[in-house]
C-alpha cells in the first residue's frame, strides 16, 4: 500500500514562515506529479501547489503566488512545501498527495484539482495565529 506522510506544521505568528515536508516512496511513484492541497473543516479542498514528476514544472494557486515554494528531493524521498508571510487566513490542515492522471504533470494554468490524485497523506495541522 502506497503511504505519504506529511510533517513540519505547527503554530507561527503572522508573517513567518514553515516548512512542510512529504515523504513520498518515490520508487512506487515515479511518474507520479506530487502536490499540496489545504482544507478547513466544512470547506472544499483547495489545491495549494503542484510539481511535475521530474520536477520541471511547478504550478500554484493565486493564494500561493510569491509566497509558497514546491520542491522535491527524490534521494531523499521527499516533497516539500516552503510557506512564507503566512496569514491567518493560511490557517488550515495540509495535504500532499500524488497522481499520474496528467502523464505526471501539473495542470496549466490552474491549482491542482483533488480528482487527479489517487495517494494521500494524513495532513498536518498550520494555525497561524499571535
Known amino acids: 500500500q502506497v503511504q505519504l506522510m506529511e510533517s513540519g506544521g505547527g503554530l507561527v505568528q503572522p508573517g513567518g514562515s514553515l516548512r512542510l515536508s512529504c515523504r513520498v516512496p518515490?520508487?512506487?511513484?515515479?511518474?507520479?506529479?506530487v502536490a499540496w492541497f489545504r482544507q478547513v473543516a466544512g470547506q472544499a479542498r483547495e489545491g495549494i501547489a503542484c510539481?511535475?514528476?521530474?520536477?520541471?514544472?511547478?504550478i500554484y494557486a493565486d493564494s500561493a503566488k510569491g509566497r509558497f515554494h514546491i520542491s522535491r528531493d527524490d534521494a531523499e524521498n521527499t516533497h516539500y512545501l516552503q510557506m512564507n508571510s503566512l496569514q491567518p487566513e493560511d490557517t488550515s490542515v495540509y495535504f500532499c498527495?500524488?497522481?499520474?492522471?496528467?502523464?505526471?504533470?501539473?495542470?496549466?494554468?490552474?491549482?491542482?484539482?483533488?480528482?487527479?490524485?489517487?495517494?494521500w497523506g494524513q495532513g498536518t495541522q498550520v494555525t497561524v495565529s499571535s
Open positions: 518515490i520508487i512506487q511513484l515515479k511518474y507520479s506529479a
Open positions: 510539481i511535475s514528476y521530474n520536477g520541471d514544472s511547478t
Open positions: 498527495a500524488a497522481g499520474a492522471h496528467l502523464g505526471g504533470q501539473c495542470r496549466r494554468n490552474a491549482a491542482p484539482a483533488p480528482y487527479e490524485y489517487d495517494y
